[in-house]
Every structure is written in structure tokens, then in C-alpha cells.
């Protein structure tokens, strides 16, 4: 877990008009909602792409409204703000299945993703679990495994950055957790929605694809802090403050592939790496608040430096106390994680929180759904977790469960699937 936070900033669009029959544009629907941010009290109630016909279009809250775009230069679910509610899962294709069959899944993945991102129904046998939602920031998000490229006979096309990750003394993993041909990213901000999504996307995989492995996810729900904040992970620590925004001038060469990439077909694309990791809560809320900021390196209630200021005030590595110690310790998490204590090396965090219940001790299952982006993992993800596996402070309190790394393309153009680049060229 890195000390970097996701841009607040999501993009919003204008969705597509109402299928045939529904009664009720999406653009009249979202009109005054989406453009005005407005937030709506109890007599404002919610209609969705399965509202009835009406004289009079009710419109909604401003979270429902909220919509990313599925077509553009980048796959959405990246740079997108925190999504309230997350599912990441992974397909392996199925015996038999292989070039052709993966090009028609993704194509049929991609016309889900765009109408369920625009707040309309899936094409083929909708189950309704989000009528009278709208799209509440969807986004769904597809990614390439290295196994993929051998199932398909593309070989030739596997990025050298989508090597294997090197084994880190810290991990746990369990492989039939890790790793998968397709990777999908889902995030919205109603829960329905989110489910409605996964539910389409595991439906369209039909023979072609089985799931590997599947997880679930949560964040605080937007407005539910007085003005936008860094979240916090279930330690209770803000989590993401030194993440690199895209208002900063490198931002786009750290984290996405320039346009003259290699492989072409990655072009504008990232590389999400995948952890699953388990916090050892019981011991770490046995610690003081002290103690647990020493771990971290910074404030629990601010998220600033212990080397003073506020949460986005440069961390003083060399500050001591009276006593000549270090103010920040030498094994803080904050400390070893910064980019330059490491070469320069940057990613872009967007995590969820889980928690799959509680073992026969009561001991809970829970921890954080580690998701970041670069353009390459060799100079982003590997050399954080080898300086991390070589004295963390917070490796006694958590444990890496599952692993994955994926070649995510970059955004497909009006009239294209993601990925057909890779399968058509």
C-alpha cells in the first residue's frame, strides 16, 4: 500500500437516448440533474431506464445522474474518481476457445459496457437489478493477462512489461486467486448498479469464458464528508496521499503508454497490478495511535507528515526530536514508499476496501483490494514492493493473499470493442 491519492475529479457525459420503446430519453432524463450537480430531497425521488411513460420527467439525484465515458483515449476506471462500490474479477478462457471466440466476447463486452455506462439496459436478457437506477458513474474496464496471449496465439504481441512479477518475500498468495486470462474492473457509485454490471458481463462470457476468481469491494460514498478528502482504509489511516495527479506534467508518462508504445496495440493503454491484502486488524488496533503513526509515518487524523504541516506539506525525512531520532522512523511506510526514495517510481492508486466476513476466531477478513496503474511495472509496482519487502514497518500487519498483473488497452474509438487492436491486427 503506497502512500499516493485518486484524482476527485470524474468525467461526465451526456448519455444516448432511451432504446425504442422506453418512453423516456436518457438526454431528457439526465438533462437537468447531470448539468447542474443538483441534489434532490425526499420528493425528488429516482427514475431510471425502466421508469414508465410520463408527461412530466422526474430527474436524478446528482449520483445517479453522474455518468464516465466508454469510448475515448483511455479505458474509463482509471483516472475516475473512488467508487463507492467495486467488483474485480478474472476469466480464463475455456477449453476450445481462442482468438475468435475471444474477439466476439470482448466485442460483446464492450456493447454492454457502453450501454450500462450510458444508464441503459443490457442488450440480451436484462434481469433488471438496476431499473430506476441511473448509471451512477459506472465504469467497467477490461485488462489482458499474461496467459491470454498464449491461448490465443498472439505471442508475438505479449508486452515484455507483462512478464511475470518477481516472488516478494512478504507474499502469501494463493494462485487460484491470482493471475487470469481476462481481467474486468467494475466500479460505480450505487451498489445495485455495480451488481447489474458484473451480473451482464459474467452472462456475456457465455462458453467462451469461466470466472477464475471474483472479489468485491467498498469506499466511502461520495458526499459523505463535508468536502472531498483522501480516503481512508479500513486501519483507519488516509490512504493515497502522495498519488500523482493528472494535472501534474508527467502525469500521462508515468501511467499510460505513449502513443508510439511497443506493442502498437497498447498504445494509450496501462498496466494495472492486482493484490488482494489481508490487514491484520486485530494486532494493529491492539498498537497506540503512537505506534500506528509511526508505522505510517503521518498523523492518523490528518494524514500529515510527522515531520509537521498539513496532509500535502513535503515530508522532512531528516527532522529529529530532541533525542536526535528521526521524527519520521526509518521503517515508515511513508518514508519508503516515497517515489524519491525509489528512483523516480510512481503509480497511481485506486484501491477499494473488503471484507469477507469473520473465520471460526472472529478474526475478520478484511483488508484492501490493491489496485494501481503505470505505464510499466518493472520501473512502477517492482521496485516499491522490493524496497517494502526489505523493512516495511507495515509488513507485520498485513499480508499479501492474491496477485495479478494485466495489459489494459487503451479506449476504444467510436465503433470499436477495447482490445480489437490486439485481436484484429
Known sequence: MADQSTSEASRETVSENASPGEGISRRRLLGSAGATGLV???????AGYAAAPSDKTVPLT?????????????????????????????????????????????RRWSTT??????????????????????????????????????????????PVALDPLPDFSSDHLDKARSDGDLWVQIGANDALVAFHALRAIQKDAGSAARVRWQMNGFNRS??????????????????????????????????????????????????????????????????????????????????????????????????????????VPINAHARITRPDQNGGAA??????????GFDTDGVPDAGLLFVCWQADPVRGFVPVQRKLDRGDALSEFIRHESSGLFAVPGGAAEGEYVGQRLLEG
Request: proline share 4%; hydrophobic share 40%; charged share 25%.
Open 40 to 46: 434532490l430531497g425526499a420528493a425528488g425521488g429516482a
Open 62 to 106: 446528482s449520483v445517479g445522474a453522474d455518468t464516465a465515458m466508454f469510448h475515448g483515449k483511455h479505458q474509463a476506471g482509471i483516472t475516475d474518481a473512488l467508487h463507492a462500490r467495486g467488483h474485480l474479477v478474472a476469466f480464463d478462457l475455456t477449453a476450445g476457445a481462442g482468438r475468435k471466440e475471444a474477439a466476439a466476447l470482448l
Open 113 to 158: 459496457a457502453q450501454r450500462l455506462m450510458a444508464g441503459e439496459a443490457a442488450a440480451q436478457d436484462d434481469t433488471d437489478v438496476a431499473r430506476d437506477a441511473g448509471p451512477s458513474s459506472l465504469t467497467v474496464t477490461f485488462g489482458f493477462g499474461n496467459s491470454f496471449f498464449a491461448r490465443t496465439g498472439l505471442e508475438k504481441q505479449r
Open 222 to 327: 461520495p458526499g459523505a464528508t463535508a468536502q472531498p478528502m483522501t480516503a481512508r482504509n479500513l486501519m483507519g489511516q488516509l490512504d493515497g496521499t502522495r498519488n500523482p495527479k493528472p494535472a501534474e506534467s508527467d502525469f500521462d508518462e508515468r501511467i499510460f503508454v505513449p502513443a508510439s508504445g511497443d506493442p502498437a496495440w497498447m498504445a494509450n493503454g496501462s498496466y494495472a497490478v492486482v493484490r488482494r491484502i489481508r490487514m491484520l486488524l486485530d494486532d494493529w488496533e491492539q498498537l497506540s495511535v503512537k505506534a500506528q503513526e509511526d508505522v505510517i509515518g503521518r498523523k492518523k487524523s490528518t494524514g500529515a507528515a510527522l515531520s509537521g504541516g498539513d496532509e500535502t506539506t513535503e515530508m522532512n525525512l531528516d527532522k529529529t526530536d530532541a533525542d536526535g531520532n528521526l521524527v
Open 347 to 356: 503509480m497511481l492508486r485506486r484501491p477499494f476496501s473488503f471484507h469477507d
